[in-house]
């Protein structure tokens, strides 16, 4: 699993594949802060969100509940 970045409206989007229909989404808020949420193909919205002072920590946040299975807490119900 890696990381990827992306490019949007708002700044860089951060992307970690957790399977062919789910990712761990980070991204910087207007606050300065990250927030994390774990998304899945064809739902409108992430499920819940974490939010972290550095990207450093939102991303390695990402790849242990990537790798604990703990992503499955974080979709959308």
């Known amino acids: 699993m890696n990381w990827t970045s992306q490019r949007d409206e708002g700044g860089h989007v951060h992307l970690l594949p957790i399977t062919d229909e789910v990712f761990v989404k980070v991204e910087k808020s207007r606050a300065g802060d990250y927030f ?6 064809g739902d ?3 499920g819940d969100v974490e939010y972290f002072p550095t990207l450093y920590q939102a991303k390695k946040y990402g790849a242990e509940i990537a790798s604990s299975g703990q992503w499955q807490e974080y979709l959308l119900a």
């Open 44 to 46: 409108p919205c992430g």
């Open 36 to 41: 994390l949420c774990v998304y899945r193909e």
